[in-house]
């Protein structure tokens, strides 16, 4: 079965600091990976998205993830945070008509 | 329309009340998926259609939920004799294709069952 997985429940980041949001999957073949984000009553944004090629993606806002099959890992980076960026992240993988989300990762980012 | 929206954005309803919301998707989409995202947890699969098909209904957590989309473009989902675990924010997203380039989503309508 397909399964996504986000360790982290909630990650502090001060300003200006780097991100590192961890995601692991299992699934039989290649999955397609997807990162989204959401704030407080809004829906979910697509940050970025990987389905073949170059293991590391980018995405809007300054976001990154790396794609490590070897790892079962789709793990989303920012060099430099921005307070704007404090939200719930979401790292899903999609196979035939369903995304399988992970259970989020909430980002607060103090000055 | 530029986005998916969603109404009611809020919904309280009492126990055992029927109730009905709407999503509106893009213009032109022909996937359209129900979702369903308890507090503090990700969303997860409802239901989906291609067009007016509803080829995918398998997250339906009871009989008591029932979705339809009968001319291909305006879905409703519809939960009747409401329960309080029913309580969460139902998102909709659609997409062009069957939904592999990522979806689009609705801000969510929120349902609190009292």
């Known amino acids: 079965a397909q399964s996504v997985t986000q360790p982290d429940i909630h990650i502090t980041v001060s300003e200006g600091a780097s991100l590192e949001l961890r995601c692991n999957y299992s699934?039989?073949?290649?999955?397609?990976l997807f990162w989204y984000v959401q704030s407080p009553g809004q829906g979910l944004q697509l940050l970025l998205k990987?389905?073949?090629?170059?293991?590391l993606v980018q995405g809007i806002k300054g976001f990154e993830a790396e794609f490590k099959r070897s790892q079962s890992s789709f793990n989303l980076r920012k060099p430099s945070v921005h307070w704007s960026d404090a939200a719930e992240y979401f790292c899903a993988v999609v196979t035939g008509n369903q995304f399988y989300f992970g259970t989020g990762t909430s980002l607060t980012v103090i000055p | 329309g530029a986005g998916v929206s969603q109404s009611p954005r809020y919904k309280v309803a009492k126990r055992g009340q029927d109730v009905a919301l709407r999503c509106d998707p893009i213009?032109?989409?022909?996937?359209l998926f129900w979702y369903q995202q308890a507090l503090g947890q990700g969303p997860e699969f409802l239901t989906y259609f291609q067009n007016e098909a509803q080829l995918d209904k398998s997250g339906l957590p009871s009989d008591r939920f029932f979705a339809e989309r009968p001319e291909g473009s305006v879905s409703t989902l519809k939960i009747q004799r409401t329960q309080q675990e029913d309580s969460a924010v139902y998102l909709c997203?659609?997409?062009?294709?069957?939904?592999?380039?990522?979806?689009?989503f609705g801000s969510g309508t929120r349902l609190t069952v009292v």
């Open positions: 699934y039989g073949a290649t999955p397609y």
């Open positions: 213009s032109g989409h022909v996937s």
């Open positions: 997203a659609s997409s062009e294709n069957r939904g592999r380039d990522g979806y689009t």
């Open positions: 990987y389905f073949s090629g170059d293991t």
